[in-house]
């Protein structure tokens, strides 16, 4: 595949299946996922922590956090 991110194979004649896997230079995406993923986890704690103190009182900041 150009993008050498992802593989794409067809398994099977009928119904077609197909089969996605991760190609061995996705993984050069791994820090930045991570790094995203922590980004996310720190402002979600940020948030949560100005909901619990009463510094937001409404709107989106009321929703529970799952």
Known sequence: M???LIKRALV???PV???YTAE???DTLRPIIYA???????HRNKISA???CGCVSS???NAPFT
């Open 12 to 14: 099977g004649d009928y």
């Open 24 to 26: 061995a230079y996705a």
């Open 36 to 42: 995203m993923k922590d980004l996310g986890l720190t």
């Open 17 to 19: 299946k197909i089969s």
């Open 50 to 52: 100005r909901v619990k």
């Open 2 to 4: 150009l993008q050498q």
């Open 59 to 61: 709107g989106f900041y």
